[in-house]
């Protein structure tokens, strides 16, 4: 049997997500996902490096400049929630581009996904009770 590795890593802090636009990327973040922001500075020649996270949430989310000139990915990133009905219901009346319908599968919880103004994919998944 191996010797499994150890860490000094305490929690996951930032996750990126590649924006064009920084300023249309907060205002959707914040004015149609209801986000904090958390960090806006600049950097470099002239660019912005904004952190935006949900009300009391450790992790945030960096709107950053495309180091690779690549926006509009599926970002792999799962937002929790209470009630996946209700947040799918809020943001497609907000004018948020989301999924058909939030999915539902036998053992599996309530989700659907949704687009930023880049064409960024993100989850929101329903907690289990």
């Known amino acids: 049997m191996s010797e499994q590795a ?23 973040y914040a004015g149609k996902l209801g986000f904090e922001t958390r960090l806006d500075a600049t950097f470099g020649q002239g660019q912005r490096w904004i952190e935006v996270a ?15 000139g690549v926006v509009g990915i599926d970002t792999g990133i799962r937002f929790a929630t209470g009630d996946a009905q209700a947040d799918y219901d809020d ?31 993100l989850r929101i998944v329903e907690l289990a009770d």
């Open 54 to 68: 949900p009300p009391g949430a450790a992790t945030t989310v960096a709107l950053a400049p495309p180091g690779s």
């Open 91 to 121: 943001l497609k009346a907000r004018g948020v581009d989301v999924d058909d319908a939030v999915t539902r599968w036998p053992g599996v919880p309530p989700m659907f996904g949704f687009r930023d103004p880049d064409g960024n994919t």
């Open 6 to 28: 150890r860490t000094h890593i305490k929690e996951v802090r930032t996750i990126n997500i590649p924006v064009s636009d920084p300023e249309r990327a907060l205002a959707f």
